[in-house]
């Protein structure tokens, strides 16, 4: 959820183990839309592709990673592929769509690790489970490949806190809590495609509550349209860890300054609040909503936090009283 530069990167969250009562996987696109001219239909039907993984980066390469590849190809250990083969089918599916509503799509490439594997060898050194996405090119998203991942965990720590209506929210979408909140980096790897998405699209800026706002909600949109029960789960922990949460810090100055130094908490907090302007938006303006933010910013290029207010007030009203919030604390 963060765009971490340290190596190279973003961060953010995705799950994986979600193997219980795991959504259903992808569905394949829907409408004529979906086969176009360069994606055609078939590609659809073919079955992924599976062996020893030739071409891994250094750091993986003694990992004895299988890469797994149709559209997009996936990194993971052969007793983890079915986790692996689920998320290439989602990220995929969600890059068909954002090609059907943006014009275009990134390259992405993904590596789904354990705990152990993550340690040895994720490029960020961040608590395993937290999902990221690299600023290479392509974009490497990184995922844990089992649920026992610190996000987890986190969420979990918090449940108590959170409102009963929050709590039976996530319930409804995950089959159950625990479910939810191990699922929860796994929906949020589709908030780190939506960073390699903003910077295909060129509208990835200097203020990073705006990228982190605009991630979302093409991770949001997505989800809204094609994997509703994923968004309620994104939706509902998002929401319930703004109730549960008492921020250390809680100004988009501050979110801007200190970023990836902020307590995980905090910055789960602050993406709630993002969430909740991308709801704002996307439920009343689905993908216009994004198409008019890349209108609006392809004339100038970097904003200041005032800026970025001020152009995504008139596209969508209710950014300033929203950030004046904030200041407010
Ligand atoms: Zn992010």
């Given amino acids: 959820m963060a765009n971490l530069r340290v190596t190279a990167g973003t961060v953010l969250l995705a799950c994986v183990a979600c193997s219980r009562t795991a959504p259903e996987p992808p569905r394949e696109p829907q409408g004529q839309g979906a086969a176009d001219d360069t994606h055609d239909a078939t590609r659809e039907a073919r079955e992924p592709e599976c062996g020893p993984d030739e071409s891994a980066p250094p750091a993986l390469a003694t990992l004895g990673l299988e890469r797994c590849h149709r559209r997009v190809e996936v990194r993971v250990a052969n007793e983890h592929r079915d986790r692996g083969l689920q998320l290439l089918g989602w990220v995929e599916h969600m890059l068909e769509y954002n090609e059907a509503a943006f014009g275009t799509a990134p390259d992405v490439s993904l590596v789904m ?21 690299t600023d290479e090119q392509p974009p490497v998203a990184y995922f844990p490949a089992t649920d026992d991942h610190a996000l987890a965990g986190l969420i979990e720590s918090h449940r108590a806190a959170m409102k009963p209506v929050s709590v039976e929210r ?16 796994f929906v949020g790897g589709f908030h780190e495609i939506g960073h390699a998405q903003a910077r295909a699209l060129g509208i990835e800026t200097r203020v990073q509550w705006f990228n982190e706002l605009v991630a979302t909600s093409f991770a949001y949109g997505y989800m809204l349209e094609e994997e509703p029960e994923l968004a309620a789960v994104w939706d509902g922990v998002l929401q319930g860890m703004h109730e549960a949460v008492q921020p250390s810090h809680r100004t ?5 300054e200190i970023y990836t130094g902020l307590p995980i908490d905090t910055f789960l907090w602050f993406h709630a609040a993002f969430q909740q302007r991308a709801r704002a938006c996307v439920d009343t303006q689905g993908p216009a909503f994004l198409r008019a933010v890349k209108a609006n ?14 152009r995504l007030n008139p596209i969508c009203p209710g950014f300033t009283e929203w950030a004046a919030g904030f200041a407010a604390g």
């Fill in 113 to 133: 690790l354990d705990a152990a594997q993550w340690t040895q060898a994720s490029p960020v050194p961040v608590p395993y489970g937290l999902p990221f996405i």
């Fill in 170 to 185: 996530i319930e409804r979408a995950a089959g159950s809590f625990e479910h939810g909140a191990a699922m929860f980096a």
């Fill in 252 to 256: 988009l100055a501050e979110f801007d």
């Fill in 297 to 310: 910013l392809e004339a100038e290029g970097p904003l200041t936090s005032e800026d970025a207010v001020d």
